[in-house]
């Protein structure tokens, strides 16, 4: 199965501040990434798919992007919403594999 | 709005058995496959298992074939994880996730704990 890694474990970022998450996968997934948000105690919530094409009702600063095995996301500014952990999952190869996540925390 | 309301979950003995139910709303259920998706404390999501729209198709993570069994009823909009001969590293939170097409998950439900210990 295709093996996803994040980096780094986790983001110390100021609120206003650029965060950039990376997501590599064992073997290539094409655009077949998608991204999510998890709170504590909540269910992980779909921002991105196809690597870049945002959810329904996610805003404009949660960008994705990348193709193959490296992909990014990138928050524009962070909002204090925005503290969370985030996931990528590969849907290119069978079965959906996701990675341990990436921690955004607040610095 | 969609929703997906998981229930079962609880204290299973090693060996033991649960089942999971999840009822869903707000999309037309039998049109979409769904999944089970599990997350051990502090861990990643992995999923587990998936059926599809029709209930004849299903798939199942290496970790869990021949243990547990995946199943819909399309007239009560329900899905449900049968989990037998449970062991210790079966303990997360399983939530239910529908499929939209492709095999991300596009909602989730919240989740019900399933702990396994004597």
């Known amino acids: 199965e295709i093996v996803m890694t994040q980096s780094p474990a986790t983001l110390s970022v100021s609120p206003g501040e650029r965060a950039t998450l990376s997501c590599r996968a064992s073997q290539s997934v094409s655009n077949n990434l998608a991204w999510y948000q998890q709170k504590p105690g909540q269910a992980p919530r779909l921002l991105i798919s196809?690597?870049?094409t945002r959810a329904t009702g996610i805003p404009a600063r949660f960008s994705g992007s990348g193709s193959g095995t490296e992909f990014t996301l990138t928050i524009s500014s962070l909002q204090s919403e925005d503290f969370a952990v985030y996931f990528c999952q590969q849907y290119n190869n069978w079965p959906p594999t996701f990675g341990q996540g990436t921690t955004v925390e607040i610095k | 709005e969609v929703q997906l309301v998981e229930s079962g979950g609880g204290l299973g003995q090693p060996g033991g058995s649960l089942r999971l139910s999840c009822e869903v709303s707000?999309?037309?259920?039998?049109?979409?496959?769904m999944s089970w998706v599990r997350q051990a404390p502090g861990k990643g999501p992995e999923w587990v298992a998936d059926v599809s729209g029709t209930g004849l198709s299903t798939y199942y993570a290496d970790s869990v074939k021949g243990r547990f069994t995946i199943s819909r009823d399309n007239s009560k909009n329900t899905v449900y994880l049968q989990m037998n001969s449970l062991r210790g590293d079966d303990t997360a939170v399983y939530y239910c996730a529908k499929v939209p097409g492709p095999y991300f998950f596009d909602f989730w439900g919240r989740g019900t704990l399933v702990t396994v210990s004597s």
């Open positions: 196809g690597a870049s």
């Open positions: 707000g999309f037309t259920f039998n049109n979409y496959a």
